[in-house]
């Protein structure tokens, strides 16, 4: 069925809850993390396996009352054991998808690329963060604002490509995918632009498939069919966006958190491209977006 509300991937999850649902946490010694993994194992969704600080998981676990009779607990002596054991649990088919907890990013995504031990398939990372927000008449998705710093227009197509892929497996078909900037004219002056007129023209040539692009569009047009009207801009995507693709990791991130923090949205978050999803969100989002971000995780198994 088609994500219509971001509460939908904790139905479809349930619905796939047999399959794939194996959950293995990095440093798992993080409060939010134990209440996310309690709500989505107490729901049938996942077998969590929990690696990091053995002493502390159980500290944190019995504190939260997570029951740790299907809970495995990995014990590891630093962030970079701790993520090193998370993948091989991968590689070795004892685990579906991965979970960062209180590692930082930089150490996880270091080990997920590692030629030699890394998930990466030869392919680009890109994070996709799913949004639910009050103001806004559907769930839409945000990417990137985790992983490429400075993509070009090569690895922006790739980014493109992780997007819709995902938003196939949520039911939606052909999304409406939005290269943001901040104006919606092309200005040789600022880079955005000219790869939002490159990346339209690939689009409607046929060379980025199964999605609708346009842009530039500055963020209001691509969510307000009224700032569209009164602009005088008639595109099927302006206004009723399913996918944002932002400039830059700069601007990802500071509308990710601006969403989050002031925007009261709802919101999962996962990194797509290696060979199993990449539960990833920020250690100050909320439990319950942490199990958004599990069910997410579940759905694009």
């Known amino acids: 069925m088609p994500v219509r509300s971001i509460n939908d991937l904790i ?56 029951s740790l009779s ?17 993948l091989s649990l991968i590689k070795e088919k004892k685990a579906d998808m991965i979970m960062k ?3 930082s990013t930089k150490i ?3 080990e997920v ?24 008449h559907k769930p839409f998705g945000l990417t990137d604002a985790a992983m490429n710093i400075a993509p070009d227009l090569d690895e922006k197509i790739f980014i493109i490509n992780n997007a819709v892929k995902a938003f196939h ?25 000219l790869d939002a007129q490159e990346l339209v023209k690939k689009n409607k040539a046929g060379e980025i498939k199964n999605c609708i692009i346009e842009g530039p569009l500055a963020l209001d047009l691509a969510i307000s069919k009224e700032a569209a009207l009164i602009k005088g801009l008639k595109n099927e995507v302006a206004g009723d966006t399913d ?9 990802g991130n500071i509308l990710y958190k601006s969403l989050s923090c002031l925007g009261n949205a709802q919101l999962a978050g996962v990194i797509l491209g ?21 069910a997410l995780a579940i759905c694009l198994c």
């Open 11 to 66: 139905l479809i999850a349930q619905q796939k809850k047999a399959i794939n649902s194996r959950l293995a946490v990095t440093m798992a010694e993080e409060a939010h993390v134990i209440q996310a993994v309690k709500k989505a194992y107490e729901m049938g969704l996942i077998v969590p396996f929990l690696v990091g600080n053995k002493n502390k998981i159980k500290q944190i676990a019995e504190q939260e009352s997570l």
């Open 113 to 136: 690329v590692n030629e030699g031990t890394g998930l990466a398939n030869n392919q680009l990372l890109s994070h996709l963060a799913i949004f639910d927000s009050p103001y806004y």
């Open 169 to 193: 497996k949520l039911g939606i078909n052909n999304p409406k995918v939005a290269i943001l900037a901040a104006i919606e004219n092309v200005n040789p002056k600022i880079q955005a632009t």
């Open 101 to 103: 907890g209180l590692v």
């Open 108 to 110: 996880l995504l270091h």
């Open 243 to 251: 996918i944002l693709i932002a400039p830059d990791l700069n601007s």
């Open 70 to 86: 299907e809970t495995q607990i990995i014990h590891a002596n630093s962030d970079i054991e701790a993520t090193q054991i998370t």
């Open 274 to 294: 290696a060979s199993c999803p990449i539960i990833l969100t920020s250690r100050a989002d909320s439990d319950e977006n942490k199990l958004l971000s599990i």
